[in-house]
């Protein structure tokens, strides 16, 4: 079973910056679907991130502030997060969807406050 570990969440300032790592348990190379999701109390789950056959999307709140960058030598996937506002404020997931079978698997989260 694939497993996926979020790390990087905090307390940060408006304004400020994170960046989140995501460990996948095997290769990222063996995953045709790799990003990140949010969710905010009281709020649906929504797209913050996503790299496919090599292409990255971004969810319209984040374009130009979050950037997602891979390693695959350590098997993790960055979110880095500038100019972050109160409203990104949620639990970030990790999510990573296998070659084989198309199976999708999540991180366990985690958490980012941006207050200041």
């Known amino acids: 079973q694939v497993q996926l570990v979020e790390s990087g969440g905090g307390l940060v300032q408006p304004g400020g910056s994170l960046r989140l790592s995501c460990a996948a348990s095997?290769?990222?190379?063996?995953?045709?679907?790799m990003g990140w999701y949010r969710q905010a109390p009281g709020l649906q789950r929504e797209l913050v991130g996503i790299?496919?056959?090599?292409?990255?999307n971004y969810g319209d709140s984040v374009k130009g502030r979050f950037t997602m960058s891979q390693d695959g030598a350590k098997n993790v996937v960055y979110l880095q997060m500038n100019s972050l506002k109160p409203d990104d404020t949620a639990v970030y997931y990790c999510?990573?969807?296998?070659?084989?079978?198309?199976?999708?698997?999540w991180g366990q989260g985690t958490q980012v406050t941006v207050s200041s």
């Open positions: 790299i496919t056959s090599g292409t990255i």
């Open positions: 999510y990573g969807r296998s070659r084989i079978g198309a199976v999708g698997s």
């Open positions: 095997k290769s990222i190379f063996s995953f045709n679907a």
